[in-house]
């Protein structure tokens, strides 16, 4: 059912697909290394999460101003500058909504301005859409990167330590590795695995066919 639904709407469902479909971490394998390192709390998912949307969604619709007369290497330059500027009343936003926390992700949130939505997509994608749909499309992917920093932040912090966003949940078991980037590859592979699968089943009626005819 969920899947003719999805073939009868595919056009508009499509506009959103960047949340999960096309998630920049768990289908294009972009941005993974906040992820896997710097994510191993709820509470440092959430940071960078937030951080994440701020910066690059700004750091996008901004971008969209600067002239396209410019020598490509010269716009690029500019997005990032634009991003950093972004940065610095965004560090300062998380420092003040989680005070004494945003050292424990250490370089990962300044490295937010060059992130790859910021420096490639920003040309190959984002610039080629009018800007309502840019507009969307940019939120859709920085939305996606929350929801799944924050989901691989939460399993590895309730696996790991045992805790959720800092209280203990008296847990008989714990699994230390899952604090480690050892452990942020296992989570982030099953969930991009799952998010796959999902995928497949929804374009199961085209693959089926096109197997049929290389057949």
Do not use: W
């Amino acid at each position: 059912m969920l899947r003719t639904y999805y073939q009868k709407h595919r056009e508009q469902i499509d506009r959103f697909d960047g949340l999960l479909v096309n998630n920049t971490v768990l289908e294009r394998g972009l941005v993974i290394a906040p992820v896997i390192v710097a994510a191993n709390t709820a509470q440092n998912g959430l940071i960078l999460g937030l951080s994440f949307i701020l910066i690059t969604f700004f750091g996008v619709l901004l971008a969209s101003f600067v002239p396209k007369k410019l020598p490509y290497a010269i716009r690029v330059i500019l997005y990032v500058v634009l991003a950093c500027l972004l940065y610095i009343p965004v560090s300062y936003l998380m420092n003040l909504m989680f005070p004494d926390s945003v050292y424990k992700v250490g370089i990962f949130l300044p490295l937010l301005v060059t992130n790859s939505l910021i420096v490639t997509k920003t040309e190959t994608r984002f610039l080629k859409m009018k800007r309502l749909n840019m507009m969307l499309d940019v939120f859709c992917h920085t939305v996606g990167f929350f929801l799944v920093i924050v989901t691989v932040g939460m399993l590895r912090e309730i696996f790991g330590n045992g805790s959720f966003f800092g209280n203990e949940l008296n847990m008989p078991g714990k699994i230390y590795a899952f604090m480690l980037p050892f452990g942020g590859f296992i989570v982030l592979g099953f969930l991009a695995a799952a998010v796959q699968r999902f995928r497949i089943y929804l374009h199961g009626g085209e693959t089926d066919q096109k197997k049929g005819g290389n057949r």
